[in-house]
């Protein structure tokens, strides 16, 4: 199903949010990837197969000047 080149990691891998998106729907706060992944903002994840990953990744840290 993937056309890009080289081809987006399949939803199994651990590369998986590296897939291109092909849909965004920023008022509801997620993306669909090419692999079908459904990326939410918080990083969460809702994979094809039904499974969900939780939030992972740590929220952007601040400096203080
Ligand atoms: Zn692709």
């Known amino acids: 199903m ?3 080149s080289p081809q987006c990691p399949p939803f199994t891998s651990p590369d998986r949010e590296a897939a291109h998106p092909i849909a965004f ?3 509801q706060g997620w993306s669909l990837l090419c692999n079908e ?3 939410f ?3 969460g994840e809702l994979l094809p197969d039904g499974r969900i990953v939780d939030p992972h990744r740590a929220p952007a840290i601040t400096f203080a000047a």
Do not use: K
């Open 25 to 27: 729907f920023p008022q």
């Open 37 to 39: 992944v459904l990326l």
């Open 2 to 4: 993937c056309q890009h």
């Open 41 to 43: 903002e918080d990083t």
